[in-house]
């Protein structure tokens, strides 16, 4: 994402540049380098430095306690330009980049134009310009025609959006990919796995016309799925097992719920404005008390753990500063995933790119205050709801009575047995001086005097407790053990008391919101501010605000801007969901920077398709699945991944779609994908995580016999698993809005030395041994391989190298190896493990 001096240039670009004819403005070309720069100090506060405010063009000319700033037609003169050149503006590190003050110097020395009247006065702050209201991520939703293509290649409006932008540069769309090549893109499309052999062969030998869209379906009701594309929103939620602080980095022991409940929620495809609410207001949704709560109540609470995916500190060091921090981290998760929009620029001042002024951030904040609440923190282990229903609890009760009783009677045989075998011990010693003894051992520890102190220290053999009672009493001792183990037995009988960490209100509790001074906590000032959506989310200014809900257990804020933001016209919402969904199909977004649709962010390559989508995906019921069939049934996504040079030529980034990109597995995929081969993954669902450990060499990863699927990896932010970070799996971060998709020498490394993959090729070695036959030859072993690895036979070139590969490294290994056959074997399935079309999908 562009920031600073790039960042300037590219919004100047995204403003578009004037014409020839067309003069410079301060509207449109000088007013966003000053809002970047000096409007911080000399126009967004209730004071302006040096009595000069630089808001308006007539602002300026009238200037501050130094005279004019601004000099029409003399820009020599102007002291602006002086203070810009000589750095004395702004003050600080952050300049202003030649290339703006160029831009402000050529609009003065044009006369210092404007695009229209300027009025008489201004309120308080930056507010929003009609050039800021008229950015397209601003504009109210409206459904976009379907271009006219006239075109067989078009089986969807999708295609129309995308053939009419490829036309305008002479391209055109790519042949179908052929089957075989679909059905895999698919498969690990949805699921994040590769198909079966069988699916792949009956796939291709369908010749039904609905076959693709029968796959699509049987895809679409796999569990796999919901594990798939709920790792894709856990991403943006930034979640993760621990709470990040530190180096402690404190495990979170019930994170998982909301784990699953995402992958519930994705698999059973619940609405996607449902989904958003629930993890907005769960709890709003579900009345107390919550007591005896239902799988489908628990989830509602589960749900909210959306807001408590972000870093806490207060787990090992409690701190105002701590639960500050938390409450930012929440809104910047909140608003990147939701509304696209970097609101945590507005925490300290008027973002200084996007028309959001820092009163909005507050009242933004204030739909969260009630439930995270700062002033009165609450820390994880307070943010907990027990699981017990009241059967539960009175089962508790009855256990625990019993082995009360039972451990009442094995305490009294343990005195007993002690006693007697003090008493047996205290017998020989001398008869004269048995009552000295037992008095000073039978004395209470505190209260004995310094000779009953000499006896006790001078004679250890006395001191019989529990723990050295078989020294003396072996049968005593057995007995009394035995005795134990069915008290334990017994309390083991109680149910097993579950927790879910739940974001939630105090009931009555209703803390105010006021703007701090420069960011800081401890610097409230103002009034309190209502709750409210950002006001440039509303047309012409008219944000919702949340009225106080009366006689509630929460204040409701929560719902209703969960109601408003997926009530299927919020402009911003709109289009960041569906934008979010492109992107994990294509590997890129329509915007490019999912979590930054403001001016730092992309532009989007196809903004009328966005438009449409975000229209259509309301129209489709907020169906996941239903959208997933809508991109995946066109032409856009069926097409081949095969380049041409004339596309490259002129859109070497695909940004167009002349055809489908290739893309690398994700770092859960090429993992699951080489426990699939292997034969070895565990589908298993749902759960608490598989613990991640270190090995000697302090890389971290999970155990081989634990084969699970990624997505249910303990994910430490401190501590990432080895394997996973190497491919891009997102880490210490606060969340995800697009992964990367590096080529690295770790990688590399990666696949030739680590342990899970060197375990990997071993058991995929086994297996084509296994499938192969007994004493199948080279060739055969070969083919067997590449079946398993890449669903495919090998060419026959490929089948001789690899045979020949086996024949030379089995003899190469006779020496030093037991089993120089299957050394041999592993040696290839790593080679094939590792190669570029086991890790990427055309």
């Given at each position: 994402?562009p920031?600073?001096?790039?960042?300037l240039?590219?919004?100047?670009?995204?403003?578009?540049p004037?014409?020839?004819d067309?003069p410079?403005?301060?509207?449109?070309?000088?007013?966003?380098?000053?809002?970047?720069?000096?409007l911080?100090?000399h126009?967004g506060?209730e004071?302006?430095?040096g009595?000069?405010?630089?808001?308006?063009?007539?602002?300026?000319?009238?200037?501050?306690?130094?005279?004019?700033?601004v000099?029409?037609g003399?820009?020599a003169?102007?002291?602006l330009?002086e203070r810009?050149k000589?750095?004395?503006?702004?003050?600080?590190?952050?300049?202003?980049?030649?290339?703006?003050i160029?831009?402000i110097?050529?609009?003065?020395?044009g006369?210092?134009k404007?695009l229209?009247d300027?009025?008489?006065?201004?309120?308080?702050?930056?507010?929003?310009?009609?050039?800021e209201?008229a950015?397209?991520?601003?504009?109210p939703l409206?459904?976009?025609?379907?271009p006219?293509?006239?075109s067989?290649?078009?089986r969807?409006?999708?295609?129309a959006f995308?053939?009419?932008?490829?036309?305008?540069k002479?391209?055109t769309?790519?042949?179908?990919?052929d089957?075989?090549?679909?059905?895999?893109?698919?498969?690990?499309?949805?699921?994040g796995?590769?198909?079966?052999?069988?699916?792949?062969?009956?796939?291709?030998?369908?010749?039904?016309?609905?076959?693709?869209?029968?796959?699509?379906?049987?895809l679409?009701?796999?569990?796999?799925?919901?594990?798939?594309?709920?790792?894709?929103w856990?991403?943006?939620?930034?979640?993760?097992?621990s709470?990040?602080?530190?180096?402690?980095d404190?495990?979170?022991?019930y994170a998982?719920?909301?784990?699953?409940?995402?992958?519930?929620?994705?698999?059973?495809?619940?609405?996607?404005?449902r989904?958003?609410?629930?993890?907005?207001?769960?709890?709003?949704?579900?009345?107390?008390p919550?007591?005896?709560?239902?799988?489908?109540?628990?989830d509602?609470?589960?749900?909210?753990?959306?807001?408590?995916?972000?870093?806490?500190?207060?787990?090992?060091?409690n701190?105002?500063a701590?639960?500050?921090?938390?409450?930012t981290d929440v809104?910047?998760?909140?608003?990147?995933?939701?509304l696209?929009?970097?609101?945590?620029?507005?925490q300290c001042h008027d973002h200084?790119?996007?028309?959001?002024?820092?009163?909005?951030?507050?009242?933004?904040?204030?739909?969260?205050?009630?439930?995270?609440?700062?002033?009165?923190?609450?820390?994880?282990?307070e943010?907990l709801?027990s699981?017990?229903?009241?059967a539960?609890?009175?089962?508790?009760?009855?256990?625990?009575?019993?082995?009360?009783?039972?451990?009442?009677e094995?305490n009294?045989?343990?005195?007993?047995?002690v006693?007697t075998a003090?008493?047996v011990?205290?017998?020989?010693?001398?008869?004269?001086?048995?009552?000295?003894l037992?008095?000073a051992?039978?004395a209470p520890?505190?209260?004995?005097?310094?000779?009953?102190k000499?006896l006790?220290?001078?004679?250890?053999?006395?001191k019989?407790?529990?723990?050295?009672?078989y020294?003396?009493?072996?049968?005593a001792?057995?007995?009394?053990k035995?005795?134990?183990a069915?008290?334990?037995?017994k309390?083991?009988?109680?149910?097993?008391?579950g927790?879910?960490?739940v974001?939630?209100e105090?009931p009555?509790?209703v803390?105010?919101?006021?703007?701090?001074h420069?960011?800081?906590?401890?610097q409230p000032k103002?009034?309190?501010?209502?709750?409210?959506d950002?006001?440039?989310a509303?047309?012409d200014?008219?944000?919702l605000e949340i009225?106080?809900?009366?006689g509630?257990?929460?204040?409701?804020?929560r719902?209703?801007?969960?109601?408003?933001?997926?009530?299927?016209?919020?402009p911003?919402f709109?289009?960041?969901?569906?934008?979010?969904?492109?992107l994990n199909?294509f590997?890129?977004?329509?915007?490019?920077t999912?979590?930054?649709f403001?001016?730092?962010g992309?532009?989007?390559?196809?903004?009328e398709?966005l438009d449409?989508l975000a229209?259509?995906l309301?129209?489709?019921?907020?169906?996941?699945?239903?959208?997933?069939?809508?991109?995946?049934?066109?032409?856009?996504?069926?097409?081949?991944?095969?380049?041409?040079?004339?596309?490259?030529?002129?859109?070497?980034?695909?940004?167009?779609?002349a055809h489908?990109?290739?893309?690398?597995?994700?770092?859960?995929?090429?993992?699951?994908?080489?426990?699939?081969?292997?034969?070895?993954?565990?589908?298993?669902?749902?759960?608490?995580?598989?613990?991640?450990?270190?090995?000697?060499?302090?890389?971290?990863?999970?155990p081989?016999?634990?084969?699970?699927?990624s997505?249910?990896?303990?994910v430490?932010?401190?501590?990432?698993?080895?394997?996973?970070?190497a491919?891009?799996?997102?880490?210490a971060?606060?969340?995800?809005?697009?992964?990367?998709?590096?080529?690295?020498?770790?990688q590399?490394?990666?696949?030739?030395?680590s342990?899970?993959?060197?375990?990997?090729?071993?058991h995929l070695?086994?297996?084509v041994?296994?499938?192969?036959?007994?004493?199948a030859?080279?060739?055969r072993?070969?083919?067997?391989?590449w079946?398993l690895?890449?669903?495919r036979?090998?060419?026959?070139?490929?089948?001789?190298?690899?045979?020949?590969?086996?024949?030379?490294q089995?003899?190469?290994?006779a020496?030093?190896?037991?089993?120089?056959?299957?050394a041999?074997?592993?040696?290839?399935c790593?080679?094939l493990?590792a190669?570029?079309?086991f890790?990427?999908v055309?």
């Amino acid at each position: 994402m562009p920031r600073g001096p790039a960042a300037l240039v590219a919004l100047l670009i995204a403003a578009g540049p004037a014409a020839a004819d067309e003069p410079l403005t301060f509207e449109r070309h000088v007013r966003p380098i000053l809002r970047a720069y000096c409007l911080d100090c000399h126009g967004g506060g209730e004071k302006h430095a040096g009595g000069l405010d630089l808001r308006l063009k007539r602002f300026a000319l009238a200037g501050g306690k130094d005279g004019p700033a601004v000099v029409p037609g003399d820009a020599a003169k102007s002291l602006l330009v002086e203070r810009l050149k000589s750095g004395e503006m702004p003050p600080g590190e952050k300049k202003v980049p030649a290339a703006e003050i160029a831009v402000i110097e050529k609009w003065i020395a044009g006369g210092a134009k404007t695009l229209r009247d300027e009025p008489a006065t201004l309120p308080p702050g930056l507010g929003i310009t009609a050039e800021e209201r008229a950015y397209w991520f601003y504009q109210p939703l409206t459904r976009p025609t379907p271009p006219k293509a006239n075109s067989d290649r078009v089986r969807t409006p999708i295609d129309a959006f995308v053939l009419a932008k490829l036309r305008e540069k002479g391209l055109t769309l790519s042949p179908d990919a052929d089957r075989a090549t679909l059905l895999r893109r698919a498969t690990f499309d949805l699921t994040g796995l590769p198909p079966t052999q069988q699916e792949l062969d009956a796939f291709v030998a369908d010749p039904a016309a609905d076959a693709y869209e029968k796959a699509l379906d049987r895809l679409l009701a796999s569990p796999a799925y919901g594990e798939r594309w709920g790792r894709h929103w856990l991403d943006a939620a930034g979640y993760a097992d621990s709470d990040g602080d530190g180096a402690t980095d404190t495990v979170r022991p019930y994170a998982w719920r909301y784990r699953d409940y995402v992958i519930r929620a994705v698999n059973a495809d619940t609405p996607l404005d449902r989904f958003v609410t629930e993890q907005l207001a769960g709890d709003e949704l579900l009345p107390r008390p919550w007591s005896n709560l239902t799988p489908p109540q628990i989830d509602l609470l589960a749900a909210t753990g959306f807001l408590r995916t972000a870093p806490d500190a207060t787990a090992s060091a409690n701190s105002p500063a701590n639960a500050e921090q938390v409450m930012t981290d929440v809104l910047k998760v909140v608003s990147s995933t939701l509304l696209g929009t970097s609101v945590g620029c507005a925490q300290c001042h008027d973002h200084r790119y996007d028309p959001v002024p820092q009163a909005d951030y507050f009242r933004l904040r204030a739909v969260f205050e009630p439930a995270l609440d700062p002033g009165k923190w609450r820390r994880p282990g307070e943010r907990l709801v027990s699981l017990y229903s009241d059967a539960d609890r009175a089962k508790a009760t009855a256990v625990e009575a019993e082995a009360g009783k039972m451990q009442t009677e094995l305490n009294t045989k343990q005195a007993d047995a002690v006693k007697t075998a003090f008493e047996v011990e205290l017998a020989k010693f001398p008869e004269d001086q048995r009552p000295a003894l037992k008095a000073a051992f039978e004395a209470p520890e505190a209260k004995r005097t310094p000779e009953q102190k000499k006896l006790t220290d001078g004679n250890p053999k006395l001191k019989i407790t529990p723990g050295v009672l078989y020294q003396y009493n072996q049968k005593a001792a057995d007995e009394i053990k035995a005795l134990q183990a069915k008290v334990t037995a017994k309390r083991a009988e109680r149910p097993a008391e579950g927790f879910v960490a739940v974001a939630a209100e105090v009931p009555g509790r209703v803390p105010a919101t006021k703007l701090f001074h420069r960011g800081d906590a401890r610097q409230p000032k103002g009034p309190d501010l209502a709750p409210a959506d950002l006001t440039i989310a509303a047309p012409d200014d008219k944000r919702l605000e949340i009225a106080p809900a009366a006689g509630k257990d929460t204040t409701g804020r929560r719902l209703a801007w969960a109601k408003h933001l997926t009530g299927g016209t919020h402009p911003l919402f709109g289009r960041v969901t569906a934008n979010r969904l492109w992107l994990n199909h294509f590997g890129r977004g329509i915007v490019d920077t999912p979590g930054e649709f403001g001016k730092l962010g992309q532009l989007p390559s196809h903004p009328e398709l966005l438009d449409w989508l975000a229209t259509e995906l309301p129209r489709l019921g907020w169906s996941q699945k239903k959208f997933h069939k809508l991109v995946m049934t066109s032409t856009v996504y069926r097409q081949s991944a095969a380049r041409t040079p004339a596309a490259d030529a002129v859109d070497r980034a695909n940004t167009l779609y002349a055809h489908f990109p290739v893309r690398r597995l994700e770092a859960e995929a090429v993992r699951d994908r080489m426990l699939v081969a292997a034969g070895r993954l565990d589908r298993t669902q749902f759960g608490p995580p598989i613990a991640a450990t270190e090995d000697a060499a302090g890389q971290v990863g999970v155990p081989d016999d634990k084969p699970r699927r990624s997505v249910y990896l303990q994910v430490r932010r401190s501590k990432p698993v080895a394997f996973l970070a190497a491919f891009d799996a997102p880490g210490a971060e606060l969340n995800c809005d697009r992964r990367a998709s590096t080529t690295t020498a770790p990688q590399s490394l990666m696949l030739l030395n680590s342990d899970f993959v060197r375990q990997q090729a071993r058991h995929l070695a086994v297996r084509v041994k296994a499938e192969a036959g007994s004493g199948a030859a080279p060739d055969r072993l070969a083919e067997t391989a590449w079946r398993l690895a890449y669903l495919r036979p090998p060419a026959a070139e490929e089948r001789r190298l690899g045979a020949a590969f086996l024949t030379a490294q089995t003899a190469a290994l006779a020496a030093r190896s037991k089993e120089p056959d299957l050394a041999a074997l592993t040696n290839l399935c790593q080679q094939l493990l590792a190669s570029n079309e086991f890790l990427y999908v055309d």
